[in-house]
């Protein structure tokens, strides 16, 4: 675990239980949401961490997912339509002896919200974004998402919708994100492993998570989730290990020489070498972006899930910190005398 | 009062000593109007000369007026940019309505400024600019330098820009380079004119060009060049001397302040007076970025600013950092307010303490971004979702934005809300001199925050109910994330007295909306006083924000006219005062003048059913005295024929 992105935020006296992290509130997504297994892999990954309750924060915008503060036992904030990451970053750049969460949807994220969290990953503030991707708008009852694939007939597209969706890793990678990662809500152990590394990341995390909406969308993920189906369309992720899937490692993940373009190659004795080993701390995010792109955006097959990318650079907060720091080095401490009084003055004596 | 004001640093005369012989006359009071195209420095020219005049210690008031366009097209009456300073030897409101001297650089800058001036004004125009086809290009068919057109002024024709490619000659410089300093041969001409310090402006330009000496002396000789032309040519027969402004300051330690300066500071001091971080999250806007460049530059005092990415992000970011415990404050100008509005909402909803700081500028939509207005007022009183009340203050002259900052720290921190602070362009750019206040004298603004748990349930379970509020105030506790055993979630979904639990009970709800207006309505804010000399007055004038200036002098100007007029000036707009009522009741005749279309006047006609007459103006610029003080000499005949009309 990273010492750095943990290391100003004061540690919990004696050992916690999951049940340290339940708010009294009575949960009321709809029964059999995702988003019950999601609460429950944070509600029992964040005892690990050691942290102090009282100096954990989750943040949410608007969405079934955003009621998700309400559910924890640290302090929360749920705030309006979109403005989560901006809320946040304002909280993280003052008090760096917090640990700020963003529980976000697709529809907060990426449509009414799509600005704050761009410039929230560039900026690279100490935060973590937990983005739940249903690929629907649930809370509005049922209308298509900035996610959802071509042709969803939705209440608002009864003749199916027209714009192609983002790939929220994509998006991520290319806003400059210094870690980015996609998990799944029904996979606790992949989910809660994502968790800990986005945790222990210094700056801002997104972790994008496939989350069934079993009203308005069920059934998105299916072919990730099948265990059969999975082996083919699901790329597990693992830093420093050949990129492989599906039955008995078949496939690979090789690179084109021709356009160096990614693509899935049938694993042979003779290209086993050329099988692209996974390096999520490369400097560069061109290969994380192009593994990104080898997911089909209709039917998500080849989808790849863990750790995308997981690079360090400067944190937005900790530089600000600096910069009032050096500003103190450099002037000496405020004088608010001095500051009124400037360099231009005449007396008038009674 | 027996006063004096001395300056700190007498100059040495620069180029030569003054020589005997020209006349020497003396005024209460001067106008100058700088004027020329919007890349030739004429604002730095107003500011310096603005200084010179401060630190000799005249009262004065200013006038900055320029496009929006960076650069506009270059001899355009559009590109036209002036700086108007009004100094003199007794206190004065504003920069003054019809300039006594016109520095014009050029065609435009005549064509566009010479209508405001009166009979007699002296002009000083730039020959060298005055081609054919820059008159052309402003619509002059043949020279008002020759044909007539200027004979009602006293005109001075200088060649400025040749005078100072001459006086450059020896610097090795282009001649588009040694052009640009025409405008400091300008101003040196008009400090020898008016008998201005010189010192301050070579200082300045020394700093100003200290990574390029070359230009800062090349400045600094056209500077000399200017003002000892004055004292050579036989075209200036005559100085001026305005005497320092004895009587009209307090005794005490003096600086000329414009209003984002003032208000910058007062945001500084609020601070450090609340012992709180400052954290201000702003998008670039006009007018109002001066005070993100002045915060910016005093880290030193633990101020953290924060550039967003947006409007929506700059006030959300600051509504973060209050959360944990900063004071937060956002700055913006009008289209920012219309962005901002769901997260004041928020802010409203979260009881959380939040500056909103709105420098108004014309509207609607993009309107005029560089000029004046007061047309936001509505807006920040109702311009949100729901019943979202928010305090709303108002500074009255550029030095008063820094009370009215400490104020409206006052009530956010104190009620735990946000707060508009409305000030405006006039006052953003404008300056005057400014008493400094002495640190010890500002207010304490500490706050407490919560500790401990503050419920405890039937069967002896202490709990933190963020929502259970002071019963004088009905503030709620401020608990920062981090402090043990206080963990709480606070949303804009609409919550339980009390426990601040999700509830769409409709009693809770009609209490809780009744709830938060209460509380607003419940602020303390002090009463409002009326300038009624002989007490007999039958017409209140009654305005707010910055057109205190020009209301105050046209009052002035009524009642040496002989017109008997009560003066109040608002500065709380929301609470309106206690008693207001009372105030307004107390005269015959209402007249609020305001630079929108009547919206104080709207809200006092709505709150206390008085008839109360609007005189509007949305011109971009301030309102001027003379036609103020026409209207109100109206007003108090209005007045006097209402009363007999009810005698009878």
Known sequence: MSAEALSLIPKADAKQSMKDFKSDQEVRWCPGCGDYAILAAVQGFLPELGLARENIVFISGIGCSSRFPYYMNTYGMHSIHGRAPAIATGLATTRRDLSVWVVTGDGDALSIGGNHLIHALRRNVNL????FNNRIYGLTKGQYSPTSEVGKITKSTPMGSLDAPFNPVSLALGAEASFVARTIDSDRKHLTSVLREAAAHPGTALVEIYQNC???????????????????????????????????????????????????????????????????????????????RLADPQTLHHTPIGVLRSVERPVYDNAMADQLDAAVEQKGKGDLAALLAGNDTWTVVG | MTSQVSSPAEPPVLGEQRKPGKEIRRLDRVIVRFAGDSGDGMQLTGDRFTSETASFGNDLSTLPNFPAEIRAPAGTLPGVSSFQVHFADHDILTPGDRPDVLVAMNPAALKANVGDLPRGAEIIVNTDEFTK????????????????????YNVHPVPLTSMTVEALKDFGLSRKEAERSKNMFALGLLSWMYHRPTAGTETFLRSKFAKKPELAEANITAFRAGWNFGETTEDFAVTYEVAPAQAAFPPGTYRNI???????????????QADLPLFLGSYPITPASDILHELSKHKNFGVRTFQAEDEIAGIGAALGAAFGGSLAVTTTSGPGVALKSETIGLAVSLELPLLVIDIQRGGPSTGLPTKTEQADLLQAMYGRNGE????????ATPGDCFNAALEAARIALTYRTPVFLLSDGYLANGSEPWRIPDTGELPDLRVQFATTRNHTDADGQEHFWPYLRDPQTLARPWALPGTPGLEHRIGGIEKQDGTGNISYDPGNHDLMVRTRQAKVDGIEVPDVTVDDPTGAARTLVIGWGSTYGPI???VRRTRQAGGEIAQAHLRHLNPFPANLGEVLAAYRNVIVPEMNLGQLAQLLRARYLVDAASHTQVTGLPFKAEQLAARLQEAVAQGLTKEAADVR
Request: glycine share 8%.
């Open chain 1, 128 to 131: 973590k974004i937990l983005l």
């Open chain 1, 214 to 292: 079993n009203i308005f969308n069920d059934g998105a993920f299916d072919d990730l989730k099948d265990k059969d189906s999975a082996q083919e369309t699901l790329i597990r992720l693992e830093h420093g290990q050949p990129i492989r899937f599906g039955v008995d490692g078949a496939k690979g993940v090789v690179r084109d020489p021709a356009t160096g373009d990614l693509k899935v190659v049938g694993v042979t004795a003779a290209n086993e070498a050329d099988v692209l080993v996974h390096d999520a701390h490369a400097a560069s995010p061109t290969t994380a972006f192009a593994l990104s």
């Open chain 2, 133 to 152: 086809r820059a008159m052309a290009k402003v619509g002059y068919a043949t020279s008002p330098l020759e044909d007539g057109a200027l004979e009602a």
């Open chain 2, 258 to 272: 414009s209003g984002n300066l003032a208000l910058a500071y007062g945001l500084v001091a609020a601070s450090a």
């Open chain 2, 388 to 395: 979202a009340p928010v305090p709303i203050i108002a500074p």
């Open chain 2, 552 to 554: 105050t002098a046209a």
